[in-house]
Antibody, heavy 123, light 109 residues
Framework: EVQLLDSGGGLVQPGGSLRLSCAAS????????MNWVRQAPGEGLEWVSG????????AYAESVKGRLTISRDNSKNTVYLQMSSLRADDTAVYYC????????????????WGRGTLVTVSS | EIVLTQSPGTLSLSPGESATLSCRAS???????LAWYQQKPGQAPRLLIFGASSRTTAFPDRFSGGGSGTDFTLTISRLEPEDFAVYYC??????????FGQGTKLQIK
């Protein structure tokens, strides 16, 4: 069964850091780009970051550039989102999502999603 | 950056009726890059339609997508109780990679 298990969320103070993880199973991990999408409470979906199957190519939303870093460990079938300088408006459920292709530019949809992990930024 | 505007914000219908949800792009887009997702409360979104009109196997043929250029629609015929959810359209681009509409909430009347 194709599955994404995202974890690592929690309560963090403004200016703090957190690392999210997403463990993949049931498919050839290196064949797919991976992404993070977030959803603030009661709000819509916002794409945050993506990484190609090899890990050589990354992309970020303007709202998180310089503060969030995506990476992947293909030996562990895991993608990460390192979050720093967190702000109150980063509070959201963060979903790990699989792109439909290997490369960022060829992944036109997000075809498998994790259940999400909640990040709360508050003092 | 392409902006997607969905309408209506909320749609109230009864089981058995048909629903038409709209997604308008701020500029003409290729059908290849337009998708729809369904999200139920407390759950992750699920891919429903890709390439504007191709339905994933997880959904019945009561769901159909259409449109071109700047105007796209998701039609759900013979609404079932499990169809009531929030629906998002999405465009795949280069920067940002993915843009979502604000969503249409389909609720039971």
């Amino acid at each position: 069964e194709v599955q994404l298990l995202d974890s690592g969320g929690g309560l963090v103070q403004p200016g703090g850091s957190l690392r999210l993880s997403c463990a993949a199973s049931g498919f050839t991990f290196t064949t797919y780009a991976m992404n993070w999408v977030r959803q603030a409470p009661g709000e819509g979906l916002e794409w945050v970051s993506g990484i190609s199957g090899s890990g050589d190519d990354t992309a970020y939303a303007e709202s998180v550039k310089g503060r969030l870093t995506i990476s992947r460990d293909n030996s562990k079938n895991t993608v990460y989102l390192q979050m720093s300088s967190l702000r109150a408006d980063d509070t959201a459920v963060y979903y790990c999502a699989r792109g439909s292709g290997t490369f960022l530019t060829t992944s036109r949809v997000l075809d498998v999603w994790g259940r999400g992990t909640l990040v709360t930024v508050s003092s | 950056e392409i902006v997607l505007t969905q309408s209506p914000g909320t749609l109230s219908l009864s089981p058995g009726e048909s629903a038409t949800l709209s997604c308008r792009a701020s500029q003409s887009i290729n059908n290849y890059h337009l998708a729809w997702y369904q999200q139920k409360p407390g759950q992750a979104p699920r891919l429903l339609i890709f390439g504007a009109s191709s339905r994933t196997t997880a959904f019945p043929d009561r769901f159909s997508g259409g449109g071109s250029g700047t105007d796209f629609t998701l039609t759900i015929s013979r609404l079932e109780p499990e169809d009531f959810a929030v629906y998002y359209c999405q465009h795949s681009g280069t920067s940002p990679l993915y843009t979502f509409g604000q969503g249409t909430k389909l609720q039971i009347k």
